[in-house]
């Protein structure tokens, strides 16, 4: 018997099945390069509107691990299917280059050398440090097939953009929102520098707990007894409790609610006071029972009551506070102005002293008795004990308790009161015109708003200051004369310009003169000599100036469209960025912020080296290539905690797999098709071909507004259930035996490869922003002129003229029969009746209205369920009837169709007549 295989119209193409993506990805990275994809983009889309998202630069010191990749890929998704909606999409990415951590290492990597280096010296190795990282995570980045001007990135230390940072530290300053303060800050002993809050991190610590007796000083006990005539000629003492013993030398005073009611007890040799409410707790947890109350004092009453301190001859006043709570301790707050944020704004009403002796390693200076020279965590059981031989330390114990500590040491922090530069937040509304910028904003997810507003509502001035060398000098100097520290918008213009011109390292190289403007004196004494400012600017302050660097470019605007980073991005780099644009421009820096949550394992816990539950983005991209990790991306909910592991990925694997096939043989069907000359018009084409469209139109529609909306699981799993449901468990079924099997140019024929064309080329553009390097390759292999890439195309046009819900309806009815005749075929193959389908016959007895349907597309239905023929009765019940049996025709050798007769002819020896027809056409 002749063999017709050859005959047929199989499918072929050059798009492999097997995606290697491994090898494929940097051959289609290199490409893009070479042909300038990003350039041509941009002049693609030059007059377009704009859609800026401004990158939030990661800090340059290692190589990207997951949370970097992710959030990266889910910025590309944004930024090419901005693109491919038509908008002039362009992305700068950056990187934060100055700062500790990188200092830390070059310190480290200096060892002893570093001693002998100036501090220019130590800078350019900061400066190379951070180049290198920066080159080896470009390469990473590009890595993951993401667009951008990867040739001119901004870094914060570039020349220009540390200009950029001092200017737009001059507009603070012009505005008199600049001021330099002692303050306490968090203080980290470890790394010897203040901490802004988002370098803050509370972690649980143990601490002691102690419990120390103040007696009231004789020079106020007149004075009390006045007030409280029953204390009159008794020993009296206030209780406090802290959990900070090294801050006791440093106490200036004691702190009371003045509603609350307190009462002396007597205990031991004295009548103690602590709160009412307390008494009891206290007792317990100092061991000792009090007497019956003696006397009941308002707190207020307590207010300039002296007492003394229990280690040095120093007196304690009593002061009032809002903030003393009944939560714990006593009721009576120990205050040191120099170690705390309250205590500070108690001292600064009661112009107390802000006492710190510490310095900057957290060492006691010598004007601390007993102390001085050790550090202060190792000073706690000291004071204890200089307490206990004094009889005033009534009780410790050890206390676990959230506390701060430093993000990069991880080691526990102190409040220290040093002198800082500060923004204000109040001076000059600042925090009132953030909070209604913040109200402006759309945040996404919204509750993104009132945790930033929360933040501003109560965070304290920013302290910009810190003392490092590795990042931009604040252009400040000292008169040496009456030692005030000036910093003026016309120090700060000139610093700009040299800044811009020779880098931020002359302020460490050149004469003070180079900075000062002629005939510069001091605006307080008139002195003329002046010594130059060490302390460098909070490197959030230069992120936070990103906007004002990058979005200046040529082709970008500001504000920016779009902020996307990290939920943990709220206290930092929004934050911060947010205060930078008030401060230069009056107005938030974004328009949009859209948050992702963080990367966890498979069991949804942190990832970390330790419970060995790491993967790496480089693992991921050697095993299966960087389209899996973009397909990961964008199938998980990314505001949430977003999940990874093996079984996941594995997960992701089999999705792309079956969408590449499907992609596959629709372009496989579509080798001797040329859209040009060969496309039949939609409205000509068969129902079933318009059903195809009509659902391709409808998840086309879905897709493009999932991705405005960046909803970009939805459009995964949109694009999958077109892939498997529509196409591959249906159309493509259905249609194989009029591609395969009728004459090339067929009409019908060309119908299906028309409606296939339309599908596999929007399927390459819808699924491009998410798989660039899949769809463009798919692009190469598709027939018809089309732009050198699919990142030059936009989305699929002209949906609304596929769509036609009528005929979707209809044939929605027709695949639910086709469900049910489809387990009645199954059941019949399982009983030996039938094989294949197609030598199956149908009998179908429905209800008047299905009956109707099925008279219409009487012709049809053999194709749309592939058997041989459908046999239509009535039937009186409700529901329908479907009766399998095996056809009695002959089997076609060609196309494999049950026929009455097939041909006899030697030459057409075992064919169908449709088949001869087929034959036919091919050989005329
Ligand atoms: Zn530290
Ligand atoms: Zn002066
Ligand atoms: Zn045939």
Redesign the pocket.
């Known amino acids: 018997m002749a063999d017709w295989k050859d005959t047929l119209n199989l499918p072929r193409t050059g798009f492999p099945m097997k995606a290697n993506l491994q090898t494929s990805e940097p051959q289609t990275i290199a490409r893009w390069e070479a042909m300038d994809l990003y350039g041509r983009l941009r002049a693609a889309r030059e007059g377009a509107p704009t859609f800026v998202l401004h990158d939030g630069p990661p800090y340059a010191n290692g190589r990207i691990h997951l949370g970097t990749a992710f959030n990266k890929i889910l910025k590309d998704i944004v930024v090419r299917s901005r693109s491919m909606a038509g908008y002039d999409a362009p992305y700068v990415p950056g990187w934060d280059c100055h700062g500790l951590p990188i200092e830390l290492l070059v310190d480290r990597e200096l060892g002893p050398k570093r001693r002998d280096m100036t501090v220019a010296a130590c800078r350019q190795a900061c400066r190379k440090y951070a180049a290198k990282f920066v080159d080896i995570m470009r390469e990473e980045f590009k890595r993951l097939g993401g667009i951008g001007d990867w040739a001119r990135p901004y870094l914060t230390m570039d020349y220009g953009y540390q200009a950029t940072i001092v200017r737009a530290l001059g507009r603070f300053a012009e505005a008199g929102s600049i001021y330099k303060g002692k303050k306490p800050v968090h203080w980290c002993i470890h790394c010897r520098t203040a901490l802004a809050e988002a370098e803050v991190e509370y972690e649980d610590h143990a601490s002691p707990s102690i419990y120390v007796e103040f007696p009231l000083s004789p020079d106020s006990e007149p004075e009390l007894a006045s007030r409280v005539p029953e204390l009159a000629g008794k020993p009296v003492s206030v209780l406090i409790w802290t959990t900070t013993p090294w801050t006791i030398p440093s106490n200036m005073a004691i702190a009371f609610q003045p509603g609350f009611m307190y009462g002396a007890y007597p205990s031991g040799d004295t009548n103690v006071i602590v709160a009412e409410d307390l008494a009891p707790q206290v007792q317990r947890a100092v061991g000792r029972t009090f007497g019956s109350v003696v006397a009941r004092i308002e707190g207020r009453q307590l207010e300039g009551i002296r007492f003394r301190h229990p280690l040095c001859g120093r007196e304690s006043p009593g002061v009032l506070a809002d903030y003393v709570t009944l939560e714990q301790g006593t009721g009576a707050v120990h205050t040191a102005p120099g170690h705390g944020s309250d205590d500070f704004n108690t001292g600064v009403r009661y112009g107390l002293d802000v006492y710190a002796p510490v310095g900057p390693g957290g060492h006691f200076d010598d004007t601390v008795e007993l102390f001085s020279g050790l550090r202060v965590f190792d000073a706690n059981p000291r004071v204890e004990e200089a307490l206990q031989t004094r009889h005033r330390l009534w009780h410790r114990e050890s206390f676990t308790h959230s506390y701060p500590h430093c993000w990069r040491c991880h080691n526990p922090v102190i409040f220290l009161a040093t002198s800082q530069w500060f923004i204000s937040m109040d001076r000059n509304g600042l925090r009132a015109q953030a909070l209604d910028a913040v109200s402006k904003v759309s945040w996404v997810p919204a509750w993104g708003e009132e945790r930033i507003a929360n933040m501003l509502a109560s965070r304290p001035d920013w302290c910009i200051s810190r003392q490092r060398y590795w990042g931009v000098p604040i252009p400040a100097v000292d ?1 040496l ?2 030692h ?1 520290a000036i910093l003026t918008p016309t120090l700060i213009a000139r610093a700009a310009e040299v800044f811009e011109r020779e880098g931020a390292d002359a302020w460490y190289e050149q004469p003070i003169e180079h900075f000062l403007p002629p005939g510069f004196a ?1 605006p ?4 003329q000599q002046f010594e130059r400012e060490r302390d460098i600017l909070d490197v959030w302050f230069d992120s936070g100036s990103s906007h004002e660097a990058v979005l200046g470019r040529p082709g970008l605007t500001w504000p920016a469209d779009l902020y996307l980073e990290g939920s943990d991005q709220y206290r930092g780099w929004f934050h911060s960025s947010l205060l930078v644009g008030l401060g230069t421009r009056g107005q938030a820096p974004y328009r949009q912020v859209v948050t992702h949550g963080f990367v966890v394992d498979e069991h949804g816990r942190k990832m970390s080296k330790s419970v060995c539950n790491t993967i790496e983005p480089q693992e991921i991209i050697e095993q299966s290539g960087a389209e899996i990790l973009r397909l990961w991306s964008a199938m998980v909910d990314f505001r949430e905690e977003v999940r990874v592991g093996p079984e996941i990925l594995a997960r992701v694997v089999e999705a792309y797999r079956k969408l590449r096939n499907t992609c596959r043989i629709l372009v496989a069907n579509l080798y001797d098709f040329d859209p040009a000359t060969d496309a039949v018009p939609v409205e000509q084409l068969p129902e079933i071909d318009r059903y195809a469209l009509a659902r391709y139109a409808a998840a086309a529609t879905r897709i493009v507004d999932a991705y405005e909306r960046y909803e970009f699981p939805s459009i995964f799993h949109t694009l999958n259930a077109l892939a498997t449901v529509d196409l591959s468990a249906f159309y493509i079924d259905v249609s194989k035996d009029r591609l395969y099997t009728l004459a090339p140019a067929s009409a019908a024929r060309r119908a299906a490869q028309t409606a296939m064309y339309h599908i596999v080329d929007g399927i390459a553009r819808l699924m491009a922003p998410i798989l660039p390097m899949t769809a463009d390759e798919l692009w190469s292999h598709l027939p018809g002129r089309r732009e050198d890439s699919v990142h030059l195309a936009t989305f699929p046009g002209h949906l609304e003229r596929l769509v036609d819900n009528e005929l979707v309806e209809r044939w929605t009815e027709l695949i639910k029969l086709r469900d049910q005749v489809n387990a009645a075929i199954e059941a019949k193959r399982k009983d030996k009746v039938v094989g294949n389908s197609l030598a199956a016959r149908v009998t179908l007895g429905a209800p008047k209205a299905t009956a109707a349907l099925l008279e219409r597309y009487r012709d049809d239905l053999p194709m749309v369920f592939i058997v041989s023929g459908v046999t239509l009765a009535e039937s009186a019940g409700p529901d329908v009837a479907v009766a399998v049996d095996r056809t009695d025709g002959v089997r076609c050798e060609r196309c494999w169709r049950y026929v009455p007769v097939v041909s006899a002819d030697p030459k057409r020896l075992g064919v169908c007549d449709r088949c001869e027809d087929a034959l036919q056409a091919a050989h005329d």
């Open positions: 008169c004369r009456c005030e001091c307080s004494c008139g002195g």
